[in-house]
């Protein structure tokens, strides 16, 4: 007599649930890779549907890597070669160029030192901005060409001073303008160029210091003197070499 199984025992269930599993799982479901690792070749590709790819080690990647969307990095990233960057770029923290490298940016330069070159303009290590024949030093001293101003505030010019038409330069109580071909005014008086001669206001006198002084010019008129007695007046004379002396 022939033996006859019970088609309703768990045997059968246990193999359904494995046919199930089976239909219902991806190709390469709980599927591992060994030593040999893979290899994707002629022309083939690897597509990651609804889902993401972690990598724990390292990945490398010879040839071009083309991100679409947005790529997160984090930790620490060593980018070597040329890294050509193409629209925005947002960097949220400290920015750092480490020693010896240099950043660049159409004509800006920015070297790890500190001294940076924006086209024309540069500053140097230690502060000084120099631009063309304009150099400004961290002290406060200044060069504009052949005009120098120390870090005391003293101005050293080396060529003349030109002052146009209509131009007045003034210092204190001393005041330089171009009018009546040139002169100068003080606190009180003025001296005027041209036809030469001194106004003092509210001075009845005038001292002269130098033992002597010469007048190169065959005419001299002495006009609007003071009146004094003459026991007050000092004779005086000149010689035939055009010299004011003083008669004892």
Do not use: C
């Amino acid at each position: 007599m022939s033996i006859q199984r019970n088609m309703n025992d768990g045997n059968l269930s246990a193999w359904m649930r494995k046919v199930d599993r089976f239909m219902n799982s991806s190709p390469l479901n709980h599927s591992s890779i060994g030593r040999g690792g893979i290899e994707v070749y002629d022309g083939g590709w690897i597509r990651i549907l609804n889902g993401g790819l972690e990598v724990i080690g390292t990945a490398t990647v010879s040839g071009v890597l083309d991100v679409t969307g947005t790529f997160n990095a984090s930790g620490t990233n060593n980018l070597s070669g040329d890294n050509n960057l193409t629209g925005p770029t947002t960097v949220a923290g400290d920015f750092e160029i480490i020693a010896g490298g240099i950043f660049k940016a159409g004509g800006t330069t920015i070297n790890p030192d500190g001294s940076a070159q924006f086209g024309a303009l540069a500053i140097g290590a230690d502060g000084k901005l120099t631009a063309g024949l304009f150099t400004l030093n961290p002290d406060g001293s200044a060069a504009f060409g052949t005009l120098g101003i120390a870090s005391d505030g003293t101005l050293t010019v080396r060529n003349d001073i030109n002052v146009e038409a209509g131009g007045k330069i003034k210092a204190g109580n001393l005041e330089i303008e171009p009018a009546n071909g040139g002169q100068i005014n003080f606190t009180g008086g003025s001296l005027s160029a041209g036809s030469f001669g001194a106004l003092l206001n509210n001075t009845t006198a005038v001292e002269l210091q130098a033992p002597t002084i010469k007048l190169n010019t065959s005419n001299v008129n002495i006009n609007s003197l003071p009146s004094k007695p003459a026991s007050e007046l000092t004779p005086v004379g000149i010689d035939s070499a055009g010299r004011l002396h003083r008669i004892a």
